[in-house]
């Protein structure tokens, strides 16, 4: 509810309410004389019409009468006029509110904005009329409706009780005298429905006695009207009783919620212990990590220098050994064999280097470059143990994620795999892996894990290894880097001959 037009002739007043609620971002549009508002709402649709009844060139009651719909366009008036009848009377076409300007006209540009409020943050509540009366109905949908409020009508108590049954309200209006049952008996019959039996309920009727009115409010209602009531009295005890109920909907809800904290406070706590346990023990894991890779770099540092002299020595060995010595091809081959190892431990060096360097962005990567730097970590290990390595990829896909972090990751996989193989002793041991987009697979002939653990292998400090072969913590990092550092998933089954990993971008 933002487009609001002010018909208002003194052109002081006009700006105030103007500048008022602009300061609540609400888009104002002027009109001075019922002529000029004429023009403006055939060329512009408005939420709210705020209306003085007396203009220069006509009275603004007129223009309520041409609206086509209230509850569309809405109409507070605001007016120095004190014409009871009057006043009656447009609450019956369906306006929000009728507010006398007085001295004090900030405070009633104040009570305009809360009617804003109200209707525009409010969720619309329902409400059920139960009265054989078609015209009570009708005129109790004309004056609610734009208020935003949802009315549904039954004539009778049969009726009545069919549509309570198939829906919840938030407020219900009863007639005492209808067709097919009285009053106090449907009264009594909608409290009993646990549904219903705080919901507000206002009393109709045009015969109340005190006695009978004693009656009404010991078996559950909450308030009356006589008949005819007074339209704006009407209004006033339907917002007020809304208003009353969604608070103490919420309160219910939040007195609910501060029960459950209560007896479930030991269990919150230590859920949050063990996560800040959790986030403790992959710092340190991230922790040792970059003091491995500050050791690395040192040792770095202090290897390529050697290196760099030796492959300077063999080279000049290689320029002043005569040619024409005996076995002079092998001496050649001998010499290319050390500048190779030369070379593979030059490159070596920088993968662990740059395998245990702390990363904090993403990048662009694929499980192949991840696969091509954890064999280059692990193929002299592979090789020492003849573990077969197979690759089969049926699609490859790029992906943005932490390189490192899986890299890790699958080194953690392979590892468990190699030692499974050596454990059990398999006669011909292989891992494979199978690449398909942003999935990887990560199988072993191995035996596979048996059944009764197979769920424990991601919890913190479980392992089959001794204590010093294992900490229990290499899959439980590894499942925190997947789901919770890349946004995947990381599960493990067996096969016929194995275990089998997965990871899932």
Not at 194 to 205: A, D, G, H, Y
Not at 300 to 325: F, N, V, Y
Request: net charge negative.
């Amino acid at each position: 509810m933002r487009n609001i037009l002010v018909i208002e002739d003194s052109k002081t007043i006009n700006n105030i309410i103007k500048k008022e609620l602009s300061k609540f971002k609400f888009k104002v549009s002027q009109a001075f004389t019922l002529s000029e508002a004429k023009k403006i709402l055939n060329l512009k649709k408005f939420h709210l019409i705020i209306l003085d009844l007396h203009l220069p060139d006509g009275e603004g009651s007129e223009l309520i009468a041409n609206i086509q719909s209230l509850t569309k366009t809405k109409v507070v008036v605001l007016t120095s006029s004190q014409d009871n009848e009057l006043r009656e009377e447009l609450f019956q076409y369906g306006i929000l509110d009728y507010i006398i300007k007085d001295k004090n006209l900030l405070y009633s540009i104040s009570e305009i904005i809360k009617i804003l409020y109200f209707l525009s943050s409010r969720v619309k509540e329902k409400i059920l009329i139960i009265d054989d009366s078609k015209f009570i109905c009708k005129q109790v949908r004309v004056i609610l409706e734009p208020r935003n409020y949802v009315i549904n009508s039954a004539y009778s108590a049969k009726e009545a009780l069919e549509k309570l049954d198939g829906s919840e309200y938030d407020l219900i209006i009863l007639d005492m005298e209808l067709p097919d049952m009285s009053g106090i008996k449907l009264l009594e019959l909608i409290r009993k429905d646990k549904r219903f039996l705080e919901v507000p309920i206002i009393v109709l009727s045009g015969t109340l006695t005190p006695e009978t009115l004693r009656i009404v409010l010991k078996n559950g209602a909450n308030d009356f009207l006589r008949k005819p009531f007074v339209f704006e009295e009407f209004v006033l005890k339907i917002d007020l009783w809304i208003d009353y109920f969604k608070k103490e909907k919420e309160l219910v809800k939040k007195t609910s919620e501060l029960e459950y904290i209560n007896k479930n406070l030991k269990k919150l706590v230590d859920e949050e212990v063990e996560k800040n346990r959790k986030k403790d023990e992959l710092m340190f894991t991230q922790s040792r990590y970059a003091q491995m890779g500050e050791t690395i770099a040192m040792i770095a540092h202090q290897w390529k220098q050697p290196l760099h002299t030796i492959g300077m020595a063999i080279s000049a060995i290689d320029m002043k050994l005569p040619r024409e010595i005996e076995d002079i091809e092998i001496m050649d081959e001998l010499i290319s064999r050390v500048y190779k190892n030369i070379d593979y431990l030059t490159t070596t060096i920088d993968d662990f280097r740059e395998f245990f360097k702390p990363q904090k962005v993403q990048k662009t990567t694929n499980y192949k470059i991840i696969l091509d730097k954890v064999f280059l970590l692990l193929k002299s290990s592979l090789d020492n143990k003849n573990i077969n390595f197979e690759v089969d990829t049926k699609e490859l896909t790029d992906f943005l994620s932490y390189e490192n972090e899986l890299i890790q990751v699958v080194l953690n996989i392979f590892k468990n795999a190699q030692d499974s193989l050596i454990d059990n002793k398999i006669e011909k041991p292989c891992i494979c892996v199978e690449i398909d987009k942003k999935t990887l697979h990560i199988s072993d002939n191995a035996g596979g894990i048996p059944n009764d653990i197979i769920d424990k292998v991601f919890d913190p400090y479980f392992s089959t290894k001794d204590n010093s072969n294992g900490t229990g913590l290499g899959l439980y990092m590894s499942k925190i880097i997947v789901e919770e550092h890349c946004l995947g998933s990381l599960s493990v089954e067996n096969t016929d001959v194995g275990a089998r990993f997965t990871i899932s971008l």
